[in-house]
């Protein structure tokens, strides 16, 4: 064979080797979609119409998935699409004692096929029509519904086997329920929830979630829970104490006394309503921050104990707060309001923050802080000094000094106590002051100013001010 026939059938040779590769390939893939096709008829025609002759498979499948015993009434399935959907009745779950702990009237279940065939029950989406639910903290802070453990780290290996097969399904809904929580760990009343909708909608490591029900008519009006979780890459989903990420929750109407039954406050809180909006961040299952949006009327409450109680008459703010090891931040923005006795504060920003140490008698005691704001009304100020806590000798000084005026852009940072600093800083600027004159022992009493205008920069070390008086004495 010449040098060019050999040329020539190399190419040859090299042009058909993908052709033939690509038949190989369409080859298997039709191959595949065959063995798929067998599977689905036989899904179609060989299983779905016979269903309820596998319930106690099913019922066997189930019980192996939640880790609990389950029970179907009967079952029923609707093929009208390419997704097989089934409809469950009667579906009765029992406790690691063999005690009924919950049961559900009716089940629509969209099954999802690859599970199927790989013999694993899972759903593309689970809807509960009508149920009636318990969910239950107990005295240990144990998370139970209606009977069934869902607390990772404490339940038996059954209850979170339940918890990872609920975590894994798509979607679940849950519409027209009656919902009661009780709270044995608080010992609040039981709350109870009537047309409530649920939907959970579970990703690889995203858990979201929607609550919208009605409470009991003294509470006030319909509201919506929200959250949108993440777990981490490795460990199970159950173990929500490794969650982290975001919890809202919408009140257009509520009595806000309702919550201090089931929400630690930092504060006594004995009267008020309106529309609140809360955010929560989380982190390793525990709250580390929180957003409030308020707007309330006929507020009563009590800042601290040392102090008197504090009425509105309406109260609005965006408060915020992050709770660290050794730090604690607060701050509010657009606050706005009036008192009972006739004190109008405007709009106004302020941020607090201090830090905390535990003392030779192991208690917590304030070793600094920082405090900074925007605008502050010092005659609002010393109306309200009696029932805000801001430390006895600064209370003292305002009612001595009776100040009326406006403070801008103040900060303050101090080390040590607030009321005996050893360090300190303060940076602010003073419109219209006015201060009461003093008596003195010695026989020169205290100046009293009156319009006065004053650029502070002040320390322990010393400072400077500079003060301008218009009109004043």
């Known amino acids: 064979m010449s040098p060019a026939s050999t040329l020539n059938a190399s190419r040859r040779s090299l042009w058909h080797w993908p052709t033939r590769a690509l038949r190989w390939l369409v080859a298997l893939l039709l191959a ?57 009745r009667d579906v009765v779950l029992y406790d690691s004692r063999g005690r009924e702990a919950l049961r559900l009237p009716r089940v629509a279940a969209a099954l999802s096929v690859p599970s199927l065939l790989a013999l694993q029950l899972r759903f593309e ?85 929607r609550i919208d029900a ?20 490795i460990g199970r989903a159950s173990d929500w104490q490794r969650w982290r990420g975001t919890l809202y929750a919408e009140l257009p109407h509520v009595d806000v006394t309702r919550l201090r039954d089931y929400v630690d406050l930092p504060f006594e809180l004995n ?45 609005s703010a965006r408060l915020e707060g992050e709770q660290g090891r ?9 606050l706005s309001f009036a008192t009972a006795d006739g004190v109008l504060w405007d709009d ?35 109306h309200i000094a009696t029932r805000v806590p801001l430390g006895e000798p600064l209370r003292k000084g305002l009612a001595e000094l009776a100040p009326r005026g406006t403070v801008h852009d103040l900060v303050a940072r101090w080390d040590g106590p607030l009321d005996a600093p050893r360090q300190y800083q303060v940076n602010a600027r003073v419109k219209g002051l006015a201060i009461a004159a003093g008596a003195s022992t010695a026989g020169v009493g205290r100046p009293g100013w009156r319009n006065a205008d004053i650029d502070l920069q002040a320390s322990e070390l010393g400072g400077d001010a500079r003060l301008a008086i218009a009109d004043g004495a």
């Open 32 to 88: 595949l979609w065959s063995l798929l096709l067998v599977a689905w008829l036989t899904l179609y025609w060989g299983i779905l119409p016979h269903v309820d002759q596998w319930r106690p498979r099913i019922e066997q499948l189930a019980s192996r998935a939640l880790g609990v015993p389950v029970r179907i009434g009967a079952i029923q399935v609707r093929s009208g699409g390419w997704i097989p959907a089934a409809e469950l």
């Open 125 to 209: 989406q689970l809807l509960i029509d009508d149920a009636q639910l318990v969910v239950r903290r107990d005295a240990n802070g144990h998370l139970s519904v209606g009977g069934l453990e869902m607390a990772g780290e404490v339940g038996s290996d059954g209850e979170r086997s339940a918890a990872d097969w609920f975590l894994r399904q798509h979607e679940f809904v849950i519409r027209g329920a009656t919902l009661t929580w009780i709270d044995e760990q608080r010992r609040a009343p039981p709350l109870l929830l009537s047309d409530t909708d649920v939907v959970v909608r579970n990703g690889l490591h995203q858990h979201d979630l």
């Open 214 to 233: 009605t409470p009991q008519a003294a509470w006030g009006e319909r509201f919506s829970l929200r959250a949108r979780m993440q777990q981490p890459l």
């Open 271 to 315: 009267q008020g309503r309106g529309a609140l909006r809360a955010w929560l961040d989380v982190d390793d299952g525990r709250p580390s921050g929180a957003t409030v949006d308020l707007a309330l009327r006929d507020v009563a409450l009590r800042l601290a104990r040392q102090v008197q109680p504090l009425q509105f008459e309406r109260l």
């Open 326 to 334: 050794r730090q604690t931040r607060l701050a509010a923005r657009r």
């Open 348 to 382: 106004s920003a302020f941020s607090a923050s201090w830090r905390t140490a535990t003392n030779a008698a192991g208690e917590p005691e304030w070793v600094g802080g920082e405090f900074s704001a925007d605008r502050l009304d010092l005659a609002s100020m010393a």
